[in-house]
C-alpha cells in the first residue's frame, strides 16, 4: 500500500507572510511617494504665494501719469509688451537714469510720487511693472521672468533712450531687489540702490518655515542668490533696511552689506518696518538721490583722472 508523503504547511505560512511584508513595504513606499508630491505642490504653491502679488490694472485705481512722465511700452525676450512711465529729469540735462524694480505687490500706480520726487532731483526715472502687473502683458510665475524684463527695462533705457550704462542706476525695492542685484551682476551701471533686500530664497524659507528641514529646500523653484551675486559688482552701492523689518529680517540687509563690495553704505532705519520708502517719505528719497547724484561724480571724477593720468 503507498503512503502519500504528508506535505508540510509551513511554506505556505511562510510565502503567506513574505506576501503581506511586500504589500506592507509597497504600501510605505507609495505613502513616501504621495508625501513627497504633496509636499512639492504645497510647497510650490506656498512659494508663489508668497513671492508674487500681482496686481492687474484696475480702473478704480488712482491711475495718474506723474508730472513729466510720459507712457511708455517695451517688449521682453518672450515677446511680452511691458508698461511702464518715463519721467524725465525736472532740470536737465539729467545726472543719469533711474530704473526702479518695485516689490511683489501692487504696480506702479503706487508709486507715481516717488518717480516725481527723484525728477525733482535731477534724475531721469523708469518706473514699469513686470509681466502680469499693471498694465503688463503675461503672467509671472518664477524669478526667471522677474530677470528677463528686468533686462528688457535695461535694453530699453540703453537703447531708446540712449543712456549710458554707467550712468544707469538701478533700484530694487524688497522683491525687486533681486532683479536689480541680479542685473546689476551682469551689466554695467553706475549705482545700485537695494531697499529692504533679501539675502537669498533659502534664508527667507528658513526665516518663514523655521521647522521645514533644511534638506527639503530644494523643493524651492527660485533661488534668489542676491548675497551671492552682490559680491560680484563693482559700484557704488547703497543698503537701507527698517529695523525691525517684518518681512525681511533686519539681518538679512546686514548680510547683504558684509558681501558687498566698497565703496558702501548701509541706513538702517529704526520703525520703518518693510516700507522704508513709504515711512521715509519725500525727504527719505531726497536723501538716495542725494547719495546717487554723489556716487555718480566720484565715478565721474576718478574715471576723468584715470584719462589725464594716461595722457
Given at each position: 500500500m503507498?503512503?502519500?508523503?504528508?506535505?508540510?504547511?509551513?511554506?505556505?505560512?511562510?510565502?503567506?507572510?513574505?506576501?503581506?511584508?511586500?504589500?506592507?513595504?509597497?504600501?510605505?513606499?507609495?505613502?513616501?511617494i504621495l508625501f513627497i508630491l504633496c509636499a512639492f505642490i504645497g510647497l510650490r504653491w506656498f512659494e508663489f504665494y508668497v513671492t508674487f502679488h500681482p496686481q492687474r490694472f484696475d480702473s478704480k485705481q488712482n491711475w495718474v501719469l506723474p508730472k513729466n512722465a510720459k507712457e511708455i511700452?517695451?517688449?521682453?525676450?518672450?515677446?511680452?509688451?511691458?508698461?511702464?512711465?518715463?519721467?524725465?529729469?525736472?532740470?536737465?540735462?539729467?545726472?543719469?537714469?533711474?530704473?526702479?524694480?518695485?516689490?511683489?505687490?501692487?504696480?506702479?500706480?503706487?508709486?507715481?510720487?516717488?518717480?516725481?520726487?527723484?525728477?525733482?532731483?535731477?534724475?531721469?526715472?523708469?518706473?514699469?511693472?513686470?509681466?502680469?502687473?499693471?498694465?503688463?502683458?503675461?503672467?509671472?510665475?518664477n524669478e526667471d521672468d522677474l530677470y528677463a524684463d528686468a533686462d528688457a527695462a535695461y535694453d530699453y533705457v540703453q537703447s531708446v533712450k540712449g543712456e549710458l550704462p554707467n550712468r544707469i542706476i538701478l533700484y530694487g525695492q524688497s522683491l525687486g531687489t533681486a532683479a536689480a542685484t541680479d542685473l546689476a551682476s551682469r551689466r554695467e551701471c553706475g549705482v545700485l540702490?537695494?531697499?529692504?533686500?533679501?539675502?537669498?530664497?533659502?534664508?527667507?524659507?528658513?526665516?518663514?518655515?523655521?521647522?521645514?528641514?533644511?534638506?527639503?529646500?530644494?523643493?524651492?523653484?527660485?533661488?534668489?542668490?542676491?548675497e551671492k551675486k552682490i559680491g560680484m559688482i563693482h559700484c557704488p552701492v547703497l543698503l537701507t533696511h527698517g529695523d525691525p523689518d517684518d518681512r525681511i529680517p533686519t539681518g538679512q540687509g546686514q548680510k547683504l552689506y558684509a558681501a558687498a563690495n566698497e565703496?558702501?553704505?548701509?541706513?538702517?532705519?529704526?520703525?520703518?518696518?518693510?516700507?522704508?520708502?513709504?515711512?521715509?517719505?519725500?525727504?527719505?528719497?531726497?536723501?538716495?538721490?542725494?547719495?546717487?547724484?554723489?556716487?555718480?561724480?566720484?565715478?565721474?571724477?576718478?574715471?576723468?583722472?584715470?584719462?589725464?593720468?594716461?595722457?
Open positions: 503507498k503512503t502519500t508523503p504528508s506535505i508540510s504547511r509551513f511554506p505556505k505560512s511562510l510565502n503567506r507572510r513574505r506576501f503581506s511584508v511586500r504589500k506592507i513595504f509597497v504600501a510605505l513606499f507609495l505613502v513616501v511700452w517695451f517688449s521682453n525676450k518672450d515677446n511680452l509688451r511691458l508698461h511702464g512711465w518715463f519721467i524725465t529729469s525736472a532740470s536737465p540735462p539729467a545726472s543719469g537714469t533711474v530704473i526702479y524694480f518695485h516689490g511683489n505687490g501692487g504696480n506702479i500706480s503706487n508709486i507715481g510720487w516717488l518717480g516725481e520726487t527723484l525728477s525733482s532731483n535731477g534724475l531721469n526715472v523708469l518706473l514699469f511693472d513686470y509681466r502680469g502687473y499693471g498694465h503688463s502683458e503675461g503672467d509671472i510665475s540702490i537695494v531697499e529692504s533686500g533679501l539675502s537669498s530664497a533659502d534664508d527667507m524659507t528658513a526665516a518663514l518655515l523655521p521647522s521645514l528641514p533644511r534638506f527639503m529646500y530644494w523643493i524651492a523653484r527660485n533661488r534668489f542668490e542676491n565703496p558702501k553704505m548701509l541706513w538702517l532705519i529704526p520703525g520703518a518696518g518693510h516700507n522704508v520708502f513709504g515711512f521715509g517719505g519725500k525727504q527719505y528719497i531726497e536723501q538716495v538721490a542725494d547719495f546717487i547724484q554723489t556716487a555718480l561724480s566720484s565715478r565721474k571724477g576718478h574715471s576723468e583722472s584715470q584719462l589725464l593720468g594716461d595722457n
